[in-house]
C-alpha cells in the first residue's frame, strides 16, 4: 500500500534507537523527509550517517537536545522545516525515567517522570499543532504505552503519565478535529531492540522466567519490533487513516485484555 508519505515532512522525537529509529525507517522507506532528534549528540549522529547511506542525506535533518525544554523543541520544529519544508507530522517519543519500585517516590523523581513521560509530549505536541493548524493539516502521534491502559505494575510515575498521554490524545483531538489536524497515539507492548530493557530480560539470568511470562500473557508469544510499530506509526500519519482520530491503539501482540 502507498501511504503517500512520499516528500511529507516527519519528526521524530527519542530517532536514535528503538521504537523512534523503527518509525523514522517506516517513515524513509515510504518516501518521506525526517527530521530526526534525540538528547544524545554522537548516537544521533552516528543513526543520521547510517540512514543518509541508505535513504539519501537530503532526505533527513537531525539535531540533538533535551525534547523536555521548550525552546529546544521550538528550535528543532523550526529548524526542521527550514531545512525540509512545513511539517505533516509530529512523533513525541520521548519517554522512560528511572523511578524505583512500590509507593516510596519522593518529590523530584516524581516530577521528572511527569516532565519525561507526559511534558515532553505536550510541548512537542503544543509546538507543532501551532505550525500545523494555519495550514489546517497535520498528524500528531504520541508513543504512550499499554501501561497506561491498565495497572500492569510498572513503576508509579511510569503508568500514570502514559495514562494522562492517552488522556490527552482525545482531549487535544476534541480540539485540533476542528482545525483539521489529527491527534491519535500508540500504545506499545513488550518491544524489544538492542540496549533496550526487553532484549536485556530475554538474555539475561533471567531469561527463561520471562519467556514463560511471554508465553503466558501475550498470545501472539513474542516481543513485538520497532519496525512494528513503525508501520503502525507511518499508517496513522497518512492519509490513508484520514478518518482515525482521537485513538489509542495498542501493538502489543493481544496482552492489553
Known amino acids: 500500500m502507498d501511504l503517500g508519505l512520499k516528500d511529507k515532512v516527519i519528526f521524530v522525537a527519542g530517532a536514535s534507537r528503538g ?3 523503527g518509525i523514522v525507517e517506516a517513515c524513509l522507506a515510504e518516501g518521506a523527509k525526517v527530521a530526526i532528534t534525540a538528547r544524545g549528540a554522537e548516537a544521533l549522529e552516528a543513526t543520521r550517517a547510517d540512514l543518509a547511506a541508505r535513504y539519501g542525506a537530503d532526505r533527513l535533518w537531525s539535531m540533538a537536545g533535551d525534547l523536555r525544554e521548550t525552546t529546544v523543541i521550538e528550535k528543532a520544529l523550526a529548524g526542521a522545516e527550514e531545512a525540509l519544508g512545513p511539517l505533516h507530522g509530529s512523533v513525541a517519543n520521548v519517554g522512560l525515567h528511572p523511578c524505583p519500585p512500590g ?3 519522593d518529590d523530584e ?3 521528572a517522570g511527569f516532565s519525561q513521560n507526559l511534558g515532553s509530549a505536550w ?9 500545523m493548524e494555519p495550514r489546517r493539516s497535520g498528524s500528531v502521534l504520541f508513543i504512550s504505552s499499554i501501561a497506561g491502559l491498565g495497572a500492569l505494575g510498572t513503576p508509579l510515575t511510569y503508568g500514570t503519565a502514559k495514562a494522562a498521554v492517552n488522556h490527552l490524545t ?10 483539521g489536524v489529527r491527534i491519535n497515539a500508540i500504545a506499545p507492548g513488550n518491544i524489544a531492540f ?5 532484549e536485556e530480560r530475554a538474555s ?19 516481543f513485538g519490533t520497532p519496525a512494528e510499530i513503525g508501520s503502525m506509526a507511518a499508517f496513522l ?3 490513508q487513516a484520514s478518518f482515525v482520530h482521537g485513538a489509542v491503539i495498542p501493538v502489543d501482540g493481544g496482552q492489553t485484555k
Do not use: C, H
Open 237 to 239: 500519519m497518512s492519509d
Open 123 to 131: 510541548k512537542l505536541a503544543r509546538g507543532a499543532y501551532a505550525r
Open 170 to 179: 482525545k482531549e487535544l483531538a476534541q480540539i485540533a478535529g476542528r482545525k
Open 103 to 105: 509507593a516510596a517516590v
Open 194 to 198: 538492542p540496549g533496550g530493557e526487553w
Open 204 to 222: 539475561g539470568p533471567r531469561a527463561e522466567n520471562w519467556n514463560r511470562w511471554l508465553r503466558r500473557e501475550v498470545p501472539l508469544q513474542r
Open 109 to 111: 523523581t516524581w516530577d
Open 19 to 21: 521504537i523512534g529509529l
